[in-house]
Structures are given as C-alpha cells and as structure tokens.
C-alpha cells in the first residue's frame, strides 16, 4: 500500500469523527411519526368517551375529519409537487382536533369542510409541518364558527338527541332561569355527562391522555400548568358575581379548557420554544380565555386565546431566548460611560 493510499484510508476513518455541524446539537430518538402516535393514542379515551356518551354519529365525524385531512394533505403534495408525508401522522392529529372541536350531531360536511381548511388553508400554504404560524384544528374551528355558526352552537345532551345549552352559559347571573336547566354537579363535567363539543366533555380522558404526554416528556408540562392555574384565580376572582366569589373547579372541568390546554396549546409548531416563553403563553391563553368567557359575548374563549397567542409566538421568542454562551448583553447608547474626544481616559 502506498503512502498517499494510506493516508486517504485513514482520512476516511476520521472524517465521521471530524464532522463539523452548527447548532442545535439535541438529537432525538423519536422521530415525527411516532410522537404523533403518540398523541393519537393519548387522544383515544377522549374519542371513546365521545362516542359513548353521544352515540356512533360522532365517531362518523371523526373519520370523515381524519380521512379528509389526510387526503387533502396528500392530493395538496401531489399538486404542488412536494413529497407525499401524510406517513407523518400529523395530518390524523389534525383531522382528530378538528373532529374534537364540533357538535355531536354537526352536519357531517361540517367535518369536510372544517379539515379541508385546517390543512389547506392553515397548514400547507405556509409550507406543511414546521411552517404554520396558527394551530390547524382551531383555525378550522374558527373558520367553522364564523361560516355556519347556528350550526356549529347546536349542542345536544348525553344518551339523547334533544338540543340543550353547554354548561358555560349556566355562569352567567341567573343562567339558570334564563336556561330553564339545572346546573350540572362536578362529576357529571369530569366524567363527561354534560353537553358540548364532541370531545372536550370527559376532563377525566383528557386529563389522563395530557398525563401520559407529560410523563412521555412529548409536550411541556408547564404551558398546561399555568394555562389551568391562571384560568382557576381569574375564575375564583373575577366573577360576575362579585370579587373572589367565583368557582374555579367548574372552569377547570366546563368546556374545551382541558382539551385545549393538553392537546393544542402544546403544540410543538406554534408555541415559543424556551421554558420563560412557554409561561408567557400560557398565561396570556388564560388571561384571555377567562376576559372572554366572563366578559365576552361567548361563552367559550379557548379556541381565540389559543390563536391570538399564536400570533404573539414569534414576539416571545423575541424577547425570552436567552443570551448566546460568551454573548455580552445589549447595553443601550444612553447607558454607554461617556468618553472625551480622541478615546483618551479622562483624568
């Protein structure tokens, strides 16, 4: 072997080892499919409780989401000559959230409509997985509510077809006799026995799907934590019957509050990517949830606290990345030691 032949051989060896790559350095083990899986399974007892306490219908919905979400991703690919990766499972994750956010008995092309836009209009104009600015699923939402909202506010109650008010509205001074209804007992919000969207109901799935993601470490326990803290003061505080008379357990458990601070508050994609960061979205999703739900005239405010600290993402990455290793911090014109003419050190 010659010298030149030897000194190629071993510049291969070493060239592995001599690989120089800028920053982040984290790897993971996990790749995107399987932590979407994973989300998909911590979604399941939220669907299963939906289909029981609503019947078969619900779960036509959530198929016709999911199957129309995963389509429209690949057909939109396919047109725009990019790779197929509906093998990602985002899309499912999207169609699943979006399924979650309507009515039991919503019209079943309420589901088309609502994925189709979550995925073409919300996800893959901005470039697909990585490029959206706002949550998918409520934007679908969103648009949903301000196209057909007579359709997407028609709520019927468990085991039953009858139309009947969420217990949101019951919070209300004198809900209850401009309802004509009872207000319903902790247990029936945790187990889910209470009207609403389709899978936001049951806070005991929820709650338990949301654990298993922060026990697996797939979503950071601090946007929920603090999303359910601020939500629980400013319910006990500021109640419309006065100060410090409010009830915190019943927001907890009423309305989306579970399914949005668990499952799309957390989203990898649209929330700020530092620890500080994190609590700064969670507690503006709250502050903004609660003005909304005691204020506001609807009685739900999960879905726009979620998009409008969407929004304000790349404002809080902004200011809450902390300084570079060996960086100094910025000092401003005003706060600089002012020097004579020349550079020369005053007496």
């Keep these: 072997m010659s010298v030149g032949a030897g000194t190629e051989s071993a510049g291969r060896e070493l060239a592995p080892v001599l690989v120089v790559t800028s920053s982040p350095h984290a790897v993971s083990t996990e790749a995107v499919p399987a932590l979407m899986r994973q989300v998909v399974l911590a979604l399941l007892p939220a669907l299963a409780a939906g289909v029981y306490f609503f019947g078969t219908y619900s779960l036509l919905l959530v198929l016709l989401a999911t199957a129309t979400a995963v389509g429209c991703e690949a057909v939109w690919q396919k047109l725009s000559r990019r790779p197929v990766t509906i093998g990602d499972w985002s899309a499912v994750v999207t169609g699943l959230l979006l399924a979650f956010n309507l009515p039991p008995r919503a019209p079943w092309w309420l589901a088309v409509v609502g ?18 600015f706002i949550n998918p699923a409520l934007a679908g939402r ?55 969207c389709l899978g936001e109901t049951c806070a005991l799935a929820l709650l338990a799907g949301g654990l298993y993601l922060i026990w697996r470490r797939i979503i950071d326990w601090r946007i929920p934590a603090w999303y359910l803290g601020t939500c ?28 949005g601070a668990f499952f799309m508050a957390t989203d990898w994609v649209t929330t700020p990517v530092t620890a500080k960061g994190r609590i700064v979205f969670a507690l503006g999703c709250g502050v903004i949830t609660m003005l909304i739900r005691l204020y506001g005239g609807y009685p739900e405010g999960v879905s726009y606290s979620i998009l409008v600290m969407n929004l304000a993402t790349p404002l809080i990455d902004r200011y809450t990345i902390p300084r570079q290793f060996g960086g100094q911090a910025r000092r401003s014109s005003a706060a600089a030691p002012a020097r004579p003419p020349g550079g020369e050190k005053s007496a």
Excluded: C
């Design 232 to 259: 629980a003061v400013l319910g006990y505080v500021l109640s419309p019957q006065g100060w410090f008379r409010g009830d915190p357990l019943y927001h907890l458990l009423a309305g989306g509050l579970m399914l």
């Design 142 to 196: 969103a648009f949903l509510l301000a196209s057909w909202p007579a359709a997407m506010t028609q709520w019927t109650a468990p085991f039953d077809a009858r139309t009947m008010a969420t217990p949101l509205p019951i919070l209300i001074p004198k809900g209850q006799e401009l309802l004509g209804a009872p207000r319903p007992t902790y247990a029936d919000l945790f187990w889910g026995a209470v009207p609403g």
């Design 115 to 132: 994925s189709a836009f979550a995925i073409v209009v919300a996800k893959q104009l901005f470039g697909g997985l990585g490029h959206n």
